[in-house]
Nanobody, 125 residues
Framework: DKQLMESGGGSVQAGGSLILSCVAT????????VGWGRQAPGKAREEIAA????????YYADSVKGRFTISQAKDPYTFYLQMDNLRPEDTAMYYC??????????????????WGQGTSVTVSS
C-alpha cells in the first residue's frame, strides 16, 4: 500500500527555520505532484505548497510565499518543505499529500486527495 511519511517537525523560535521531509513508499511510479498542507488547532486545513513533476512547477499560498520552499530530493520519492522566517501563526500540524487537483486541470493548490499522518510544528514568539 502506498504511504506518505512526514518527519522533521519540532519547536522553534520565531524567525527560525525547519526542514520537513516527506517519503513516499509503496508507489509504483514517480509522483506527478506532491503537496504540503497544514492544520492549526481550531482551524480548517490549508493547502500551502505544491510541486508538480511537469517542469518541476511550484505553487505557494500567500501565507507562506517567499518563506517556504517545496522541492524534490535526488531520490524521486523524497520531498522537502524548507520553512524559513517562521512565525507563531505557522504553528500547526503539517501534512504531505498527493493526488493534487492541478493534475486534473484544477487549481494547483485547490485540493489534495491523499494525505500522510502529519508532523507537528510549534513556533514560539
Amino acid at each position: 500500500d502506498k504511504q506518505l511519511m512526514e518527519s522533521g517537525g519540532g519547536s522553534v523560535q520565531a524567525g527560525g527555520s525547519l526542514i520537513l521531509s516527506c517519503v513516499a513508499t509503496g508507489y509504483t511510479a514517480p509522483l506527478g505532484c506532491v503537496g504540503w498542507g497544514r492544520q492549526a488547532p481550531g482551524k480548517a486545513r490549508e493547502e500551502i505548497a505544491a510541486w508538480y513533476q511537469y517542469k518541476s512547477s511550484t505553487y505557494y499560498a500567500d501565507s507562506v510565499k517567499g518563506r517556504f520552499t517545496i522541492s524534490q530530493a535526488k531520490d524521486p520519492y523524497t520531498f522537502y518543505l524548507q520553512m524559513d522566517n517562521l512565525r507563531p501563526e505557522d504553528t500547526a500540524m503539517y501534512y504531505c499529500a498527493d493526488d493534487c487537483s492541478g493534475e486534473y486541470g484544477g487549481d494547483p493548490l485547490g485540493d489534495f486527495g491523499y494525505w500522510g499522518q502529519g508532523t507537528s510544528v510549534t513556533v514560539s514568539s
